[in-house]
């Protein structure tokens, strides 16, 4: 199938390790963030979500952190598996708005 | 399941033809969405619907693009005399609620191809 993703930067992590991806993220007017993965010919499938009252928040296995000083959002995977291998998008909503605005993407390669 | 779907997954077509394509957004979600992603890009957003209303269009959405959700249920984009330009991924998605900080769920995609 077509490749997300072809020209983007890529983080590869052995199998197990922690992985982080990082964001910088245009608006701070921005109030609500996502992180999304989308594997290759698929739809974006929503990660986490944070809202710009926060500066941190957990889901399984994955963190969300985000710095509104330097507008920078990160996600933390921990115990990477070869099943998140994918290309991970983070997206922002400006306020007053409603479309996602997304981030240039980062492949994560996992390998074993 | 109950996710949002879409159809056609793809699509070949020649210059100049019309071509439509269906997004069927999770049951009860009274916003819709459409992006386009092009490879190596994150996905641009075209419109949103709330119910049947369009509220918002995207300036990459030219004369030649429309979209219509006629019942607030199903959508449709349509594009006219395509061009090779138009050769992208096409990614529908939903959410529920009023306010702007919704969660918003995609579809797979319909990834069309313009010869």
């Known amino acids: 199938g077509e490749s997300v993703g072809l020209h983007l930067p890529t983080l590869s992590v052995q199998e197990g390790d922690n992985s982080i991806i990082n964001c910088a993220y245009s608006n701070s007017a921005s109030d609500y963030f996502i992180w999304y993965k989308q594997e290759s010919g698929k739809g974006p499938q929503f990660i986490i979500d944070i809202r710009s009252n926060m500066d941190k928040r957990q889901g399984q296995r994955v963190t969300v952190l985000l710095n509104k000083t330097v507008k920078h959002l990160s996600l933390q995977i921990a115990a990477t598996q070869p099943g998140d291998s994918a290309v991970y998008f983070c997206?922002?909503?400006?306020?007053?708005?409603?479309?996602?605005?997304f981030g240039a993407g980062t492949r994560l390669a996992v390998h074993p | 399941d109950t996710g949002v779907s879409q159809n056609p997954r793809h699509k070949i077509t020649k210059r100049g033809q019309n071509v439509t394509f269906r997004c069927d957004p999770i049951s009860e979600h009274n916003r819709l969405y459409w992006y386009r992603q092009t490879l190596g890009q994150g996905p641009e957003f075209l419109t949103y619907?709330?119910?049947?209303?369009?509220?918002?269009k995207s300036r990459l959405l030219s004369d030649r693009f429309s979209a219509e959700r006629p019942k607030g249920s199903f959508s449709t984009l349509e594009i006219q005399r395509t061009e090779q330009g138009d050769s992208a991924m096409y990614l529908c998605a939903s959410s529920s609620g009023t306010g702007s900080l919704q969660t918003q769920y995609f579809g797979p995609g319909t990834r069309l191809l313009v010869l």
């Open positions: 997206a922002e909503i400006p306020g007053g708005y409603n479309k996602l605005i």
């Open positions: 619907f709330q119910n049947e209303a369009q509220l918002e």
